[in-house]
């Protein structure tokens, strides 16, 4: 068991690389930090790699999906060092995740009520009293109003807001040192969107737990994150605190993005396509930098 | 976009107390009818001839059964759809057989409405010769090069392009036919935001050129902003907000509109976005 060093980053991804079986890249070269209490954004378009960060950080990337090159430390501990059933209790232990489908995460056929308590008792070994305390405050917590009528309800019964709210709660529940939320408010109204992220951030708050925020909507990383990272084709090509990205983005890329995204002001000029000139050369520095890694592989 | 080259343009389509409900199955009790649900409680609106016309609301508001009604996929249980001056909301499949090709429809996700073993040219000829209106793979190539594909796409299939380049050729398939009215319901909702933008221009493009009237459904607000000339808010089967884009945008009239605009997270930094607390709870 590899030991915890103090001041450790909640999370700390070095020169993580993810490919597929015939070695085509995935994630080239990641690195990123996420400190205690910390919301990151991780932003990009689809195929950016933004999803892949948050399940090799979990332990569930698609079998044929396979870390080639780099290190995930969780709190310090090095996850890539550990047998896979340490792996995976380490992980269960210290992080949760927040789905984009909740109708999927949740099990069609079973009550709400031990979906949440379960990981309760058999992974944090807490009293079935416990759990079922923790699970009625955090349901009261995230506005549910008859958190008792809601726990004996099955998914079906409950809206797509609601079963939200749910799997935030039990995301929360153990007050992980760390949450991943893989695009939590994709499938939601503004509304509910906005309801949603409001008990993302009070409970982040509250427990002190780092977020990293899986996004593709520039607005809501404006609102939610103190930190960014801007990926393109797997790469990082910003990193930067959120008021630095959107008042003086580095990247062309970045402000490309910032463009693009629709916003309702009357006197706003219309949201602009990301320049195809700038996709180009962002694919060509994406494949130099791939000849130069597979030249480095063969020596 | 929003040019107002006519103040006020003819209405394609006048609607007048338009109704709709549906049997709650999950209620019905053991013996006696289902209750029903209200969806669409009593709608009156025009839609300008030649310009695009905004449908906006949550899920649930009633948007795409309205905008199915359009395009008579269903039929309203009461009220007026006036067509060109044609009450087209109690007709049969056999009188709208000669409406149909005038009503077209460009749908949400192009991957279940492009026929997978087709080849791109021919999911755009073959309503062409459906309706006689040639249909042959120059026609198709036509079309596709109005929505900004080359003629080498004719050959692919649906899953060898990308979401942008599926929903471009659902565009083609539906202006291919000329209609008189395209219904595009949640078209961009899918797409990354470089893509959508490139598909809103297109159609803003394409409708300014070509005339087109168009009803464009989205839930979202700031996508209906740039694009349509006029907008009708929905909530709960009802109209909460209508007019011209700029007037509902800078002074909306309801309550909803309102929280809907303010709920929009915009990408500025702004903590004031925090304390506005109107969101339903």
């Known amino acids: ?299 | 976009m929003n040019q107002m080259t006519h103040p006020t343009p003819p209405a394609l389509f006048s609607i007048r107390d338009l109704r709709l409900s549906f049997a709650d199955r999950a209620h019905k009790p053991l013996f006696g009818p289902a209750p029903r649900v209200e969806v669409l409680k009593g709608l009156s609106l025009d839609i300008p001839e030649g310009r695009i016309t905004g449908i906006v609301g949550e899920s649930g508001s009633g948007k795409s059964t309205f905008g199915r009604i359009l395009v008579r996929l269903l039929a309203p249980e009461s009220g007026q759809v006036l067509f060109d001056g044609k009450d087209i909301g109690a007709l049969d499949e056999a009188a709208l057989r000669p409406l149909r090709r005038d009503l077209q429809m460009i749908f949400q996700d192009p991957m279940s409405s492009l026929n997978p073993r087709h080849r791109v040219w021919r999911i755009i000829a073959q309503p062409m010769k459906r309706y006689g209106r040639g249909g042959d793979r120059a026609a198709a190539i036509t079309a596709l090069e109005k929505v900004g594909l080359s003629a080498q796409f004719a050959d692919r299939y649906p899953h060898e392009l990308s979401g942008g380049q599926r929903q471009r050729v659902g565009i083609a398939r539906a202006i291919a036919l000329e209609p008189r009215f395209i219904l595009a319901d949640e078209i961009v909702s899918g797409l990354d935001v470089s893509s959508q933008a490139q598909v809103l221009s297109l159609l803003a493009d394409l409708a300014r050129d070509m005339g087109l009237t168009l009803a464009f459904i989205s839930h979202d607000l700031s996508v209906i902003r740039h694009l349509c000339d006029t907008v009708v808010v929905l909530h709960h089967g009802e109209i909460v907000d209508q007019g011209p884009v700029e007037d509902v945008f800078e002074h909306p009239q309801s309550a909803i509109t309102k929280s809907l605009l303010s709920a929009i997270p915009r990408p500025e930094m702004d903590e004031s976005w925090w304390d506005d607390m109107s969101e339903p709870a």
């Open chain 1, 1 to 299: 068991m590899t030991m915890t060093t103090a001041h450790a980053h909640t999370l700390d991804i070095i020169n993580l690389n993810i490919a597929l079986p015939r070695g085509q890249r995935l994630l080239r070269n990641v690195s990123l930090q996420l400190e205690p209490g910390e919301v990151r954004a991780l932003v990009g378009e689809s195929g950016a790699g933004k999803s892949m960060i948050g399940k090799a950080v979990l332990g569930i990337l698609p079998h044929r999906i396979k870390r080639t090159e780099g290190e995930i430390l969780l709190e310090g501990a090095h996850l890539n060092a550990m047998t896979p059933a340490t792996r995976r209790s380490t992980v269960a232990k210290m992080s949760a995740l927040i789905p984009q489908d909740p109708l999927t995460a949740l099990n069609p056929v079973r009550k709400i009520g031990p979906q949440i308590t379960d990981p309760l008792t058999r992974i944090h070994g807490w009293s079935h009293q416990r759990a079922l305390a923790r699970a009625r405050e955090l349901l009261d917590r995230v506005h549910i109003r008859a958190p008792d009528r809601v726990m004996h309800s099955y998914p079906h019964e409950l809206s797509g807001g609601m079963r939200q709210r749910i799997l935030i709660a039990a995301a929360f529940a153990p007050s992980p040192r760390l949450i991943v939320a893989d695009e939590p408010t994709t499938a939601l109204d503004v509304t509910v969107q906005k309801q949603i992220l409001r008990l993302i951030r009070e409970l982040q708050r509250e427990t002190g737990t780092a977020v990293l925020f899986v996004t593709h909507d520039m607005g809501v990383v404006a609102k939610i994150s103190q930190k960014v990272t801007v990926l393109f084709a797997g790469r990082v090509i910003e990193d930067a605190a959120t008021r630095t990205v959107f008042e003086n983005p580095a990247h062309p890329y970045t402000q490309a993005l910032i463009a693009a995204t629709p916003t309702p002001n009357v006197s706003a000029e219309p949201f602009q396509p990301v320049p195809a000139a700038l996709i180009t050369e962002l694919h060509r520095e994406t494949l130099a930098a791939d000849a130069l890694y597979a030249q480095r592989g063969r020596r």
